[in-house]
């Protein structure tokens, strides 16, 4: 008899969650991932007392109230409100995309003003076929916005021009005509108080956890001793790359501190010229400690964000969804449904971005505590 009912391979959200609910349930988890520490992405390190998100900022937004308050039992969210800036040509504008966006833009002052703009700028393609990226965007909300905000935030974050990407990674794009600056619509959203790793020491609270453990170099042994696996990690991996290798976008971060309590007033900005090398600048303080808080400590850690083409030996991130990964992506999912005792679960084992409340909603439906 196996010592385990599940191997769980990868401890960040998807594999947390998975081995808490196991264990409600009486089951026994063995978790285990090749890093240092425990949490995947989630993990963030304390640097000048200030938690870092060392994998790119996470901010947890739901609108199933059963998915916040299960989180919340773990560990309390602050009331954190994601609501970003925009740098262009040293000119800041709102994000994302409402009133005080095209105030600033254009000066207006009414909703019909801003609406009337944007369609005048996206007759520009009536009656054209839409072929590609930079097409699309003009489409859906004209030249000025995609100039300013879009097209060299976009072309960094992918390495390809505008012109030579495909139209459906921006299938819409979200324009209030409010003045709202909250990112998201979601009805809840915030940080864990004290950071994300509480969260996960939470859910994996006396669970059996190895880190510095990979699967694929003990492979027999681990497998021997559970009767389950859940696979967190890359599917084509998981399948020695037999069709080929999925490819990803990654992110290469410059993070450093500095001695002043406050250097750019909120907790993430995107720079949209591509003069500027970095996608954005994270200040992490933000996340947990806000406007009256924000000077007791002298000292700040902030995050230059840098896409990056990736090879392998690097963190996969962003899944690149187009024909050809798709296609193979399905042919290794074809392999998995014929799997009696393996789950896949994730970002990578799915091969699709995922936000983390879904990953979590998504564990508790399988467990039926939804």
Known sequence: MAKYDYLIVGAGLYGSTFAYCAKQQGKKCLVIDKRPQLGGNLYCENIANINVHKYGPHIFHT????????????????????SPVAIYKGKAYNLPFNMNTFSQMWGVITPDEAKKKIEEQRKEMEGKEITNLEEQAISLVGRDIYERLIKGYTEKQWGRKCTELPPFIIKRIPVRFVYDNNYFNDSYQGVPIGGYNKLINGLLENIDCQVNTNFFSNKKELKAIADNIVFTGRIDEFYDFRYGKLDYRTIRFETETL????????????????????????????????????????????????????????????????????????????????????????????????????????????????
Do not use: C
């Open 63 to 82: 609108s199933n109230k059963k998915v916040w308050d299960f989180v919340n039992s773990i560990v309390e969210f602050n009331r954190f409100t994601e």
């Open 259 to 370: 001695p002043t309590s406050n250097y750019q007033g909120l907790a993430q900005i995107n720079y949209t010229d591509a003069e500027i090398p970095y996608t954005r600048i994270i200040e992490h303080k933000h996340f947990e400690s806000f406007a009256a808080e924000i000077d007791k400590n002298p000292q700040t850690v902030i995050s230059r964000e840098y896409s990056v083409e990736w090879e392998e030996g690097m963190e996969p991130y962003y899944p690149i969804n187009n024909d050809r990964n798709n296609q193979l992506y399905q042919q290794y999912e074809a392999l998995a449904q014929q799997e009696t005792n393996v789950i896949f679960g994730g970002r990578l084992a799915e091969y699709k971005y995922y936000d983390m409340a879904p990953i979590v909603e998504k564990v508790l439906k399988r467990f039926l505590f939804l």
